[in-house]
């Protein structure tokens, strides 16, 4: 979780220890002297901190890229540092837009009553005699998966009509009546259809004076997702880009592999994709902006707010030719990062000992499985 502490929180942590005047919010892009410095050593502070690790927790990104049919290669985001190649895997796209409801019920269009948002939950679409569409592309000819959530929070005994046509309101493909009869719970619904078009509508409505509450709505290939194999580029060279560089159709397909380029910018799949209706996610670590205005906060938990507290106080007394001080504000900020190594590195992994003990002629052989903690 990102902190809450700002730029001028931590400059004037550094100002009083050396008791200096502090900044206010107004006068920040106006320091002058020493409060300038400070300003400095505080980013410098935060450099040191996270260029001493490259996977700190708080540096972490779910990375998401949507594929595009004959594209091979894709630029990793202008934040990127690190990627995780263990972590790459293929999932059919998302299809609708604003599938959650996290905070309003945007894209999706009315077509009768008056539908509302809700905050329950995690935000929720909420029908009273009232009906919503949405247009989408998808796949034409191939088998999609729709799933969705139905909520009864009035225990009316109502239900929602599903529809998916070629037409707003259309059935054409799909008429669906979905009743929740688990008040708690509610429904999850989920059906396989095939469109017959590249756009369709899907369609969303209650017929009833009564409150139905759709907590979210998907819709995407119906396939599994899968984990992407990583090769390095020397490999794919080898053994994979022969094959993606055929002339025909075979090098187009659901790809299996993936690949770091050379200049550590892009990465690649093998093969090359040959739907826009894959989406690559993937875990990575981003590199930081240097603080600037007084508001500013940082990536970092507030509780170790004072190790850059910390290093940019042995900058100041290195400035000041200080050496002691200096040393002991140093003592104290390589302290800090040993807790933050300590606190958010460090795993605990757990191995199964499956070893069996075959010392056992006048008796029964034991399992001496343990569990043991490393």
């Known amino acids: 979780m990102a902190g809450t502490t700002t730029y001028l929180t931590l400059v004037n942590d550094v100002l009083r220890e050396l008791n200096e005047v502090e900044l206010t919010s107004a006068s920040f892009s106006a320091s002058r002297g020493v409060q ?4 400095g050593f505080v980013n410098k502070a935060v450099n040191d901190i996270y260029n001493s690790e490259v996977e700190w927790p708080w540096l972490y990104v779910d990375g998401s890229q949507e594929t595009f049919a004959g594209q091979q290669e894709y630029n990793f985001p202008s934040a990127f540092r690190k990627a995780n190649f263990s972590s790459f895997r293929l999932v059919p796209t998302q299809r609708i837009t ?36 949405q247009s989408i592309s998808v796949v034409k000819n191939q088998t999609h998966k729709i799933s969705l959530r139905v909520l009864d929070s009035t225990e009316s005994e109502s239900s929602v009509t599903l529809k998916i046509g070629t037409t707003s309101g259309g059935t054409e493909i799909l008429s669906q009546t979905i009743s929740v009869t688990d008040f708690g719970n509610g429904k999850i619904f989920s059906k396989d259809f095939t469109p017959t078009s590249s756009t369709i509508f899907i369609g969303l ?8 509450d759709v907590d979210y709505i998907k819709v995407s ?20 880009l022969a094959s993606d560089t055929v002339v025909d159709d ?21 093969r090359i994709p040959d739907t826009d209706a894959y989406t690559v ?16 906060t940082l990536d970092l938990p507030d509780r170790f707010a004072d190790t850059v507290v910390n290093r940019a106080k ?36 757990y191995v ?18 343990v569990l043991t903690v490393v």
Do not use: C
């Not at 409505?205 to 139905?212: E, K, L, S």
């Open 36 to 39: 300038t410095a400070v300003k």
């Open 221 to 240: 290939l119906g396939e599994t997702p899968q984990y992407l194999k990583y090769v390095s580029y020397d490999a794919f060279l080898q053994g994979l």
């Open 281 to 296: 996610k993937y875990d990575y670590y981003k590199t930081h902006t240097d603080l600037s205005a007084s508001t500013d």
């Open 314 to 349: 042995y900058y100041l007394y290195k400035l000041r030719n200080d050496v002691p001080m200096a040393n002991i504000a140093n003592a104290e900020y390589e302290e800090g990062v040993k807790r933050m190594r300590v606190e958010t590195l460090n795993k605990q992994d």
């Open 205 to 212: 409505a209650n017929g009833n004076a009564t409150d139905m």
């Open 250 to 270: 075979s090098q187009y397909g659901k790809p299996v592999y993936v690949y770091r380029t050379p200049d550590t910018l892009k990465f690649g799949l093998s």
């Open 98 to 133: 604003n599938p959650t409801f996290d905070s309003d019920i945007s894209n999706w269009t009315t077509v009768s009553g008056s539908p509302s948002y809700v905050a329950d939950g995690n935000g929720r679409l909420r029908l009273n005699a009232s009906e919503v569409t």
């Open 352 to 369: 199964k000992d499956t070893r069996v003990n075959l010392n056992a002629s006048n008796r029964k052989t034991s399992d001496t499985s």
